[in-house]
């Protein structure tokens, strides 16, 4: 197997091409010729993933955030994002990501939000081409009070809190959603009908919102993290006799903490 074969499986579910102009998505580290022998998945890529991935035997990594996301003009151990891609340069471990491409895909990460929180008629909120795009919008089974519309998604998402503007008076019915940051999407979440929108990352001055309407700040890393098995999926169905496996870290490897 070779760094290229696992690339091609990923692409197929999420392009590389569907990535934004701001993204990084893709092969980080390695070459496409280089040999694998094993897959690690994990969410962001750290020394300590890079650790867990020589310890495991595996020489290339998939996250979804990008190893290299911001300009990163010397190569300081002591910064973390230095730090990581001295230790896969190291290790010869090779290391793909696939960011935003994921975000848009039918199944991607804002789609597998919606499944967690068992949502029907669920279409892309922020087409780019059909079936692409930022963002999700669908409706729940049954309308909810916002307290307990707000309970699920705590629970969805293994939350123990989350922070929300003032919860609208009438029951919630649709609910639309994009995972990690998503404040630019408030517009769209409003024009397509939604009494709450979920996302992550959002500051003070967006929680001032139309009476009827009402934002969760569920967290970037909980809204996103689903994406890991996700991609892990992708690979096993490709090649189900190919070791593929995914970080026993991943449910500890947020940098957020709640105190």
Known sequence: ?????????????????YQSDFDNTGLQYGSPEQ???????????TPELVQEAVEKGCDMIVTHHPLIYHPIKKLDPADPAAAA???????????????????????????????????????TLAPEDPGVGFGVVGDLP???PAKEAVAL????????????????????????????SGTSL???????GAQMYICGDISYHYFFVPEGFM???????????????VLLS??????????????????????????
């Open 215 to 229: 934002v969760v700040d569920a967290g970037h890393f909980e809204t996103e993290v689903e994406i890991v098995k």
């Open 1 to 17: 197997m070779k760094v290229k074969d696992i690339v091609a499986a990923i692409e197929e579910f999420a392009p590389a091409s």
């Open 85 to 123: 891609v001295i230790a896969a340069v190291k290790s010869g471990v090779a290391v793909y990501s696939a960011h935003t491409s994921a975000d848009k895909v039918q199944d991607g990460v804002s789609w597998t939000m919606a499944q967690k929180l068992g949502l029907k008629n669920v279409r």
């Open 186 to 192: 408030i517009p769209a979440a409003l024009a397509a």
């Open 234 to 259: 992708v690979i096993r169905k490709k090649f189900p006799t190919f070791v593929a496996l995914a970080s026993e870290n991943v449910g500890k490897a947020n940098p957020v903490n709640y105190l």
């Open 142 to 144: 049954e309308a909810l």
């Open 153 to 180: 998604v705590k629970k969805a998402f293994g939350l123990p809190v989350v922070r929300t503007s003032a919860l609208v008076k009438e029951p919630v019915s649709r609910i639309a959603m994009c995972g990690g």
């Open 35 to 45: 040999e694998v022998h094993g897959v690690l998945a994990g969410f962001d890529c």
